[in-house]
């Protein structure tokens, strides 16, 4: 069993930037590949961004070169970096835990979520 606590997000004016973090429970959390997603009001939610294992990244079109993912295994903790922010970044982000070792980018590839942490853009 994982749990995972998001934090970080709060209101920012377009062209800011917020760093979120999302603290996971459990021994094993450097096998799992990490994820991050969004879900804006009245949308389904989506895929932002993964970081593997290993360090390998992925990025959905919509933040590449705005939004970096990173790890530290030792503090159990994934990082995303978001700069650049517009209001379309408004929305709840969530941090997700997949057993795979490849990134995927379906909310049903994640077994553990956590509650989602909101992030507010104003223009």
């Known amino acids: 069993q994982v749990q995972l606590v998001e934090s970080g997000g709060g209101l920012v004016q377009a062209g800011g930037s917020l760093r979120l973090s999302c603290l996971a429970s459990?021994?094993?959390?450097?096998?799992?590949?990490m994820g991050w997603f969004r879900q804006a009001p009245g949308k389904e939610r989506e895929f932002v961004t993964g970081?593997?294992?290993?360090?390998?990244?992925y990025y959905a079109d919509s933040v590449k070169g705005r939004f970096t993912i990173s790890r530290a295994n030792a503090k159990n903790t994934v990082y995303l970096q978001m700069n650049s922010l517009n209001p379309e970044d408004t929305a709840v982000y969530y941090c997700?835990?997949?057993?795979?070792?490849?990134?995927?980018?379906?909310?049903?590839?994640?077994?553990?979520w956590g509650q989602g942490t909101q992030v507010t853009v104003s223009s």
């Open positions: 997700a835990a997949d057993t795979d070792i490849l990134i995927r980018r379906s909310t049903s590839a994640y077994i553990y």
């Open positions: 459990g021994r094993t959390f450097s096998s799992y590949t």
């Open positions: 970081i593997s294992w290993s360090g390998g990244t």
